[in-house]
Nanobody, 114 residues
Framework: EVQLVESGGGLVQPGGSLRLSCAAS????????MSWVRQAPGKGLEWVSN??????YYADSVKDRFTISTDNAKNTLYLQMNSLKSEDTAVYYC?????????WGQGTQVTVSS
């Protein structure tokens, strides 16, 4: 059974940093593409970043501020978020896809506020 469990969210001041984690199990993590997606209050889902093997991709809104990475020994996906802005406030989800469906974690809340 595929499981994705996010952690690391919280309240941070503008300009601050957080590192999100996504613990994965039930599939071959090291060869799977992984993504971070967020949903701000009252808005739709927004793709943030993804990683496949050593290739990384970012939305323009987070480029040069966020860094996606993996630790294959720990089956864990990370999102290092620096220079946080109020508009980064959202629930952050990790996901991965199989040929037949997309798997999601439960999400972790990030609130950027002074």
């Amino acid at each position: 059974e595929v499981q994705l469990v996010e952690s690391g969210g919280g309240l941070v001041q503008p300009g601050g940093s957080l590192r999100l984690s996504c613990a994965a199990s039930g599939f071959t993590f090291s060869t799977s593409a992984m993504s971070w997606v967020r949903q701000a209050p009252g808005k739709g889902l927004e793709w943030v970043s993804n990683i496949y093997r050593s290739n990384t991709y970012y939305a323009d809104s987070v480029k040069d501020r966020f860094t996606i990475s993996t630790d294959n020994a720990k089956n864990t996906l990370y999102l290092q978020m620096n220079s946080l802005k109020s508009e980064d406030t959202a629930v952050y989800y990790c996901n991965t896809e199989s040929p037949i469906r997309v798997y999601w974690g439960q999400g972790t809340q990030v609130t950027v506020s002074s």
